[in-house]
């Protein structure tokens, strides 16, 4: 019988701005309430950003994430994976802060730099709430920065500290990036490898991308990887579906798409949830519990993270 289907929830992210959607959530209790909603709804995993409640702007400080953590940490069962991606703009050291201060049970861990461009979401806009936005999804040179000597710092930075990781490759050369900190023993299975398709600078989203990336960590890890993938934008559901029928586990949430369907647009990542679950179940497949994505993942435990942040 095959392992049950990890859905992870991206619930905020750091590419959509408030201007794009209603639904995506801003201040603390909004992040908290999508999170605890898309648990409830068959999440097995949260992946958190935090935001300026005010402006909308992405916010990587301990700080930020601290209501929003208590508030998960005492209303679900659910496992929550930091960001140490933060936003394409911030610095390593900005971007590891939160995960440092409170030791979570997962840490999302970027594989490679590549360029980062948002600025094809720049024309499907009129108006903005804020002045940050036009210019953030318009900039044309971004380069998100993720050397190995960035990579290794973040590991060195949580060593000890029992966080596992969620390892983001964008393309093909992020999985023989992961393979080389394998090889140096810098890192260790099971590798929770997710895969990211659509975003322009990373690879595509064609079934064939998919293919090659599968058959690429195949090759590179064998037995010793557990396979996620994500679609970006519209490519979210089509992705998941193939990803879910090959035995992987998928990942969603506003984060990665504001869509529902075709001109449709979500009102929550608990809908996008309840619908990659009903894509999951229809394939004979069902959703993880957050004690079975554990256990598979060989987490530590909620009840060994950090709820008091370290002065």
Known sequence: MPEPVIITAAITGAIHTPSMSPALPVTPEQIADAAVEAASAGAAI???HARDPKTGAPNQTAEAFEPILKSIHNRSDCVVNITTGGAPTMSVAERVGPARAWSPELASLNMGSMNFGLFGMLGRFKTFQHEWEPEYLGNHDILFRNTFA????ILSTLKGSGTRFEFECYDTAHLYNLANFRDRGLVSGPLFVQTVFGLLGGIGAHPDDVAHMRRTADRLFGDDYVWSALGA?????NVAATVAAQGGNVRVGLEDSLWLGPGKMAP???????????????LGRVAATPDEARRILHLKGKDKVRTVRPD
């Open 150 to 153: 960035d990579i290794e710092g």
């Open 268 to 282: 929550s990542s608990a809908a996008q949830v309840l619908h990659v679950r009903n894509l999951i179940e229809g």
């Open 46 to 48: 949260v992946h958190l």
């Open 233 to 237: 934008g519209r490519h979210q559901m």
